[in-house]
């Protein structure tokens, strides 16, 4: 009887301010954005659910930071759904036997590998071939265009921070339309610059970019202190648009995860990795 | 057995017709068509336009040239059989599509075909629709004709022969329709042809006046033929041909080539014709084979396969532009060859809840634009040899299918990040381990290393390998790095093959 009574007061209200304030007391009702797994556990619970379908995800970091390994992880999930992704390689560093280890469907692969300048293709304005970061970015709007893929990688790992920065924000604009509108996840794999040339936590993407992650190195795994059996990896979600709204919920800025070497055939524990990498740490140090 | 009925189609002036037909540019310009060797050739065919400035049959090349000089805009294009071969074959098959019966009557410059059309007015109605959707059906295919009917096979030919447009004869009025027609129709040797100019008889129907037991007398059996002929009496055996399918255009140019819009501008005449002729038969263009004869006698080969067969005519002409475009050709173009072989078409179930695929037609133009972009080989799909060889993959067409796996959880791994070329370092040893290495720009302080893990194979072949690979942590500038040092055994060469990521 009370509920029905607040209720009605609400409408009362609602009905009263209707001029100046249209559903002053009703919650603005909030867009579920779909998301796909990333096939790791805790980025998942990171990023509520995965990476965003129709979006700029951007994952930074270093050298060995796991951030290829996670987007393979990625990539695995969705072509083992069936669809079809693509890879476009500016440096021509993409491992097919990698990604083939993580699980990924090599037939539903498109891999784009972007020739070094010099090449036979050259612009319009003649003389100037176009560089491997051009040519990345012009088969990117291809394929964004062309539609009816999953998810786009696109591999700037090698390529200098202070490039990739100079992409300019029309560019990312445009891709994020075309990624919203061919329900396309634009997974972009980016180098952390270095704090001189970019600002800490900075984005490539810029306010394109709908998730930002960090990724680190942690620690290695190894095994009786001669096999390299892995790595530990810190991803940091660095930022995140349209976050679901949960009251009570405090959501932890990082994760760590593992991942195995290829060769591996047991899955990486916690507890083997804790373990193994205080044995690392302990023979480093001797060294 | 109802009458029998035969329509007759003239091209006239073929050769200029077979040059015009894929060339829209000249066909509103005055061309006419030499022959022979040079400097002596001489012109055997020409357009409307050439023949109102003044142009003839038989005019040298010089003549033709000062004519050019005089009006300006003749101009003059050597003769082409092979163009015509081809114009010949897109022909029969036009008008194969409203007989199955179909004989041969061409001549020196002319290509023409006598239908025996008996029977199929349940099918196009009387003669003369018939007559009208045949001549529309030769002009989308670029031909000008004029076409007779008659019940008589040799009446329809010759009628369509000196006549324009179209002409029906009633049954029973052919000798009247043939009266006006000249003597020379009848192709008799000149002796005989002299001798009726002597007699003052220059028409069909002054012929058929003639006596026939006289007129044998003094000229011989042959003239019985011949007066049965001016008469529409003349009986035939019709000897039907068999059109061959082949989708087949040829265009010769009549100076090198260089630039590609020219040649994507007669490109698209052929591909309109070969998707034309291939859907009337309900069938679409699986691949087409483009020949470009280059200066020098060469020939620079080209292959359109879209993923589907198509008769979609801009997707394949922007194939065909792009493949162009990805392989030019070395040297300045002298013919362009297209040959298409028919395929089913496409029929593709769609479902509601099935996964999101590119459209099969769409991708193939992307596909080709990104190979205009990043080269012919790579881009595609991987596939991985069935070698130990590190690294070894080959690169495959990319075709998006369905192939949705059960799903299997599989944990992550970790990934290489591969150099390609492997950079060659400086690696300094302790103790048989690397402790330092030098890529060229930096130094890397190995912390830790693990290996050597010793790899080879193919020591059989030149391509054999024999190396020690080493997983290393390695720090430089307060970067930790984790990669796979190589140690080229045959060649003690160290390569830093691929960074752990």
Redesign the interface.
């Known amino acids: 009887m009370s509920a029905r009574s607040a209720t009605a007061l609400r409408l009362e209200i609602e009905h009263a301010l209707e001029r100046s304030f249209p559903a002053a007391l009703t919650p603005e009702q909030r867009t579920i954005r779909e998301t796909a797994s990333t ?2 556990a805790e980025v998942d619970a990171l990023l509520d659910g995965g990476l965003p379908v129709g979006a700029i995800s951007e994952i930074n970091g ?9 987007v ?2 990625f990539l ?1 999930q969705r ?6 992704c693509a890879w476009v390689d500016a440096d ?12 990924v ?11 070094k300048a010099g ?3 050259q612009s319009k304005q003649a003389a100037k071939p ?1 560089t491997q970061l051009d ?1 990345a970015l ?2 990117t709007d ?2 964004l ?6 998810a786009i990688v696109l591999d700037l ?2 390529t200098a921070a202070e490039h990739a920065r100079r992409i300019p924000l029309a560019t990312w604009f445009r891709f994020r339309q075309a990624a919203d509108r061919a ?1 396309t996840s634009l997974v972009v794999l980016a180098q952390t610059g270095s704090a001189q040339t970019s600002p800490a936590h900075g984005s490539n993407a810029q306010s394109s970019a709908a998730v930002a992650l960090g990724c680190a ?1 942690m620690s ?1 795994v ?1 095994a009786g202190g ?3 059996r ?2 530990r990896f810190e991803v940091r979600n660095e930022r995140q648009r349209f976050t679901p709204f949960a009251p009570g919920r405090k959501k932890p800025p990082a994760s760590v ?1 593992p ?4 060769w ?1 055939v047991a ?2 524990s916690d507890d083997d990795a804790a373990f193994e990498c205080a044995r ?1 740490l302990e ?2 140090n001797s ?1 | 057995m109802s009458q029998q009925l035969y329509a007759c189609l003239h091209a006239a002036e073929f050769p200029s017709q077979a040059l015009l037909r894929l060339r829209p540019d000249l066909q509103s310009l005055p061309v006419a068509v030499l022959q022979g060797r040079a400097p002596i050739e001489q012109v055997c065919s020409m357009n409307p336009l050439a023949r109102l400035q003044g142009a003839a049959t038989g005019m040298t090349r010089l003549e033709g040239e000062a004519l050019a000089s005089q009006n300006g805009g003749l101009h003059l294009l050597p003769r082409s059989l092979e163009s015509e071969a081809a114009a010949r074959a897109v022909l029969l098959e036009c008008v194969a599509n409203f007989s199955p019966r179909i004989e041969e009557a061409s001549s020196e410059t002319a290509c023409a075909f006598v239908l025996d059309i008996t029977g199929t007015e349940r099918l196009f109605g009387p003669p003369r629709a018939l007559a009208e959707r045949l001549r529309n059906a030769l002009k989308s295919s670029c031909f000008r004709a004029s076409i007779a009917v008659s019940a008589n096979f040799h009446a329809a030919r010759m009628l369509a022969v000196s006549s324009r447009g179209i002409t029906v004869i009633t049954a029973g009025e052919e000798a009247t329709a043939l009266a006006n027609l000249p003597v020379a129709l009848l192709e008799m040797p000149d002796d005989h042809a002299e001798t009726l100019a002597i007699w003052g008889i220059r028409t069909l129907g002054e012929l058929a006046a003639l006596p026939e037991v006289d007129l044998i007398a003094r000229l011989g059996q042959s003239a019985s033929g011949w007066r049965n002929l001016a008469l529409a009496a003349h009986a035939h055996t019709f000897q039907p041909i068999e059109a061959a399918f082949s989708l087949r255009e040829f265009c010769e140019f009549e100076t090198p080539v260089e630039q590609m819009d020219s040649l994507l501008f007669v490109g698209a005449r052929m591909i309109d014709s070969l998707a034309l002729r291939a859907a009337t038969r309900a069938m679409s263009l699986a691949t087409v084979a483009v020949d470009l004869a280059l200066e020098g006698k060469r020939v620079h080969q080209l292959t359109i396969r879209p993923a589907l067969p198509t008769v979609d005519r801009k997707f394949l002409l922007k194939l065909l532009q792009l493949e162009i475009a990805a392989n030019p050709p070395p040297a300045a173009v002298l013919s362009l060859t297209l040959t298409a072989e028919a395929g089913q078409s496409n029929k593709v179930q769609l479902g509601l809840f099935a996964p999101q695929m590119p459209e099969p037609s769409r991708l193939d133009v992307t596909i080709a634009r990104l190979k205009a972009i990043a080269g012919e080989d790579r881009v595609g799909s991987p596939v991985l040899e069935d070698t130990h060889r590190a690294g070894s993959f080959r690169m495959s067409a990319f075709n998006a299918q369905n192939l949705a796996e059960e799903d299997k959880e599989a944990p992550p791994r970790m990934a290489l990040r591969r150099l390609r070329p492997p950079l060659a370092v400086r690696v300094a040893l302790n103790a048989g381990q690397p402790a330092l290495f030098h890529d060229g720009r930096q130094s890397y302080k190995i912390a830790t290393s693990f290996g050597p893990w010793r790899s080879s194979g193919c020591w059989w072949s030149v391509d054999g390998w024999d190396s020690d690979e080493w997983d290393v942590l390695a720090e430089s500038q307060g970067t930790r790095v984790a990669c796979l040092l190589v140690m080229d055994r045959s060649k003690h060469e160290w390569r830093l093959e691929a960074f752990y990521d």
């Open positions: 096939g790791i270093p050298e060995s930071s796991g951030r290829t390994t996670l393979l992880s695995a072509t083992a759904s069936g669809q079809v021509d560093a993409f491992d097919p036997e990698s990604a083939a280890a993580n699980g469907n090599l037939r539903q692969l498109l891999w784009v590998r972007c020739r090449g036979l293709v176009w040519q012009r088969a291809l394929l265009q062309a539609g009816g893929f999953a790992g090698d329900r190195a290695p190894v001669t096999v390299l892995g790595f995860w991942a195995a070497c290829a591996d899955e990486l690392v023979m480093e060294a």
